[in-house]
């Protein structure tokens, strides 16, 4: 981000945290969040591509690092013998999508002159699920899929939806289970930055799967038919051409025959492309036709070519092998190299194709060549075909000179067909795919919720069976959204945004868990209706575990635990001291904030069923042990997303919990069975404090429990004895 930007930025980050900090009445907190504000004026610019020597060694012999391309960190890839092999570069310089931490994953990819994957390695990443839950090593795992597939593959992170067949151009890759979303992040962010070094550096290699025979297309052609619309090529180089070429090397006179005769036929090539049905009918007998047929059958990726000399050049030279590539013929499309490769076939040719063609294939000048259409060889689209024009100087260990004779060739775009061009779904689609059910499950839960509850929470408050409703919600909170769907909110989140915000990154990480980003859009719209409680008192996973585990103290009367007042207030300011902290470190030590989040024991508790480090197991299953005897004291005193949630709850537009004059003054009743501490002995609600539990909204429109309500009853029954 330019730094101008940034301030920009900032300043109104301020304006608007300090009008918030005008409604917020200690003196404490509003310290916390200038410090915060402090903070986040200096978060860390995008790293800069690692040194030459930290990338060298991490090439595998015999390949070695080349020489530096650009400034984005993009090397050249050296063979053995020193030639261009391919590309290695780092993603994160040129596609710095941000992680679940708001830091990218930074892979270093390593592609060959053809756009194939050679290696992809995992250099540096902060993604949670990674840095302490699931091994490590399945995030490693994972990027070895790529070896040996183009970048004109369609890469697709997971398994095929509905109609997806064996048949599909997709390629699948294995996403990791319960990271599905840092994966996606991953692969994104991989082929953007490959897609970027093939359009600047390998103009050539296709960007897309190649064009293939249509076995729909079925003409009746002849030989006459296939010259006359140019489908057959046919190239005649004389001698004098050809001595013009090596005219003025040593190889000037080394060809008497073509001093003698400058007008006599040095070379006629003949090339015709047998891929399409219709074509190779024309070319070949029916014997030759079959031949070519069952090649086919085991090698349909291969496009056959007919290769026909009628002169006196020939096609390779006598010490030529067959099934072998040839040693004076090679093929170039968009500037890259093609791989050709004798397919070993006996050929026969149509009865009306010209006698010299025939008699020349009889004497072997005729080869069917293959290449694979899946290393970017393109049929439909032009190409050359190079034929190397060979002189010997010298009688012992004589010195090769060659010339090259370059051929254009296209064979008409009517009898190919291309796949569908995959353009891939945005992330937040293919999330939403591989969750709909879950989704539409959490949609119905938060819309049902959020009716019962009603505009006041009055509608649920006074049902009778309220406290089994309640625990039934927090039960489905913990199981469905809690360990089936993940949707544990976490301080993680809105510290990678306030980053991806400060550095001009990108927001898109979110869209990667629409199951969690929908709590996050009903938590934030809960904030303006009623403020933090929604989502620490209702939809927060943990928060139920320590519920139920309160409870369960209870039933086992088990001593409670209860500060002062004084000390209840003193409390409730840790848990701004750890947000700020927590900021406070992703300024000046990024590399310790995946360790520091860990003070949020969700991942232990949530993500991973408990099922980590022992000292992890210990700190999650402690807070819950504590909440036995200590109602929610995680909640109250430490959560550093309860303390965001308090300081997003100031957009809250009213007072939704009524009150009445004689709430606080002389009636207390509400203050005492607050197990929150949320409600002031004026009888005033602390909005930042409360967590929606109810309890005072049933005791209010209770006339059995509300002291207010019995006086006032008591008096009109005595009003009517009286009279």
């Not at 960007?207 to 052609?221: C, I, T």
């Not at 007998?285 to 291969?302: K, Q, W």
């Not at 059910?437 to 509850?453: Q, R, S």
Request: charged share 20%; proline share 6%.
């Amino acid at each position: 981000m330019q730094s101008a930007t940034k301030v920009a930025w900032v300043g109104r980050c301020r304006l608007t945290i300090v009008a918030a900090m005008r409604g917020l009445a200690s003196y404490a907190t509003r310290l916390a969040v200038a410090a915060l504000l402090w903070l986040t004026a200096c978060l860390p610019v995008r790293a800069e591509p690692l040194p030459r020597e930290a990338i060298a060694p991490l090439i595998v012999a015999p390949m070695e690092l080349g020489e530096a391309v650009n400034d984005k960190g993009v090397y050249e890839l050296l063979n053995s013998g020193g030639g261009l092999a391919g590309y290695v570069f780092e993603t994160e310089p040129m596609a710095p999508l941000p992680g679940f931490s708001g830091a990218p994953v930074n892979m270093l990819v390593t592609l060959d002159t053809e756009g194939r994957f050679l290696d992809v390695q995992l250099l540096s990443h902060n993604e949670p699920i990674f840095v302490s839950g699931l091994p490590e090593k399945l995030f490693y795992d994972f990027f070895e899929q790529y070896q040996g597939h183009s970048i004109s593959d369609s890469l697709v992170v997971g398994s095929p939806y509905g109609t997806g067949s064996d048949g599909s151009a997709l390629v699948y890759l294995d996403g990791v289970t319960k990271a599905t979303a840092s994966v996606r992040i991953a692969h994104e962010s991989l082929l953007a930055a490959a897609l970027q070094v093939a359009r600047e550096k390998m103009g050539g290699v296709s960007a897309g799967p190649p064009s293939y025979p249509d076995p729909a297309v079925d003409e009746d052609l002849t030989w006459d038919d296939l010259v006359e619309q140019g489908l057959v090529t046919r190239h005649v180089v004389t001698n004098g051409e050809i001595d013009a070429q090596f005219a003025g090397t040593v190889w000037a006179d080394d060809d008497p025959e073509a001093s003698t005769d400058p007008e006599g036929i040095y070379l006629d090539l003949w090339l015709v492309d047998l891929g399409p049905r219709s074509i190779a009918r024309a070319v070949l007998s029916e014997a030759g036709l079959a031949t070519l047929d069952a090649f086919m059958a085991i090698s349909d990726t291969d496009e056959p070519l007919l290769v026909v000399e009628t002169a006196r050049h020939g096609l390779v030279s006598e010490e030529f092998v067959r099934n072998t590539s040839p040693d004076w013929v090679a093929a170039e499309q968009g500037g890259f190299p093609i791989a050709l490769r004798d397919a070993d076939l006996l050929i026969e040719l149509h009865e009306d194709v010209p006698w010299q063609l025939q008699e020349a294939v009889d004497f072997g000048a005729g080869l069917i060549l293959r290449t694979d259409r899946r290393l970017g060889f393109d049929p439909a689209a032009p190409w050359l075909l190079k034929v190397e024009a060979v002189r010997e100087h010298g009688m012992f260990q004589p010195e090769i000179g060659a010339v090259t004779i370059e051929i254009p060739h296209q064979t008409d775009a009517r009898f190919f067909a291309r796949p569908e061009a995959y353009v891939p779904s945005p992330p937040w689609l293919d999330a939403l795919r591989a969750r709909g059910v879950d989704i539409a499950l959490l949609a119905v839960l938060l819309a049902g919720l959020a009716l019962a509850l009603g505009p006041g929470m009055t509608r649920l408050a006074g049902h009778r069976h309220f406290t089994a409703i309640r625990l039934g919600v927090l039960a489905v909170v913990t199981g469905f959204v809690g360990w089936w769907g993940q949707g544990q909110l976490s301080i993680v989140t809105p510290l990678a945004a306030l980053r991806a915000a400060l550095e001009g990154g990108s927001y898109a990480f979110l869209l990667y868990d629409p199951f969690s980003l929908l709590i996050w859009v009903v938590v934030i719209a809960g904030l303006v209706a009623w403020g933090r409680g929604l989502f620490c008192g209702w939809l927060c996973p943990f928060g139920a575990m320590q519920e139920f585990a309160a409870h369960l103290g209870r039933l086992l009367r088990l001593p409670q635990v209860e500060p002062s007042a004084a000390w209840d207030a003193r409390l409730k300011y840790l848990k701004y001291v750890v947000l700020v902290g927590l900021v406070g470190l992703a300024v000046a030590a990024p590399g310790a904030l995946d360790a520091a989040v860990e003070v949020e024991p969700f991942k232990t508790a949530v993500t991973t069923f408990f099922l980590r480090e022992w000292y992890y197991v210990a700190y999650s299953g402690g807070l819950l042990l504590l909440s036995m005897v200590l109602f929610k004291g995680f909640c109250r005193y430490f959560c550093p997303l309860g303390a965001l949630m308090a300081l997003g709850g100031v957009v809250r537009g009213r007072d939704w919990i009524a009150r009445r004059e004689a709430c606080g003054s002389p009636c207390q009743l509400c203050r005492v069975k607050c197990r929150y501490g949320a409600i002031k002995k004026s009888g005033a609600i602390d909005y930042s404090e409360c967590f929606q539990c109810l309890d005072c909204v049933t005791i209010h429109d209770d006339p059995k429990q509300c002291v207010p309500l019995i006086l006032a009853g008591r008096g009109r029954r005595s009003a009517m004895a009286a009279k």
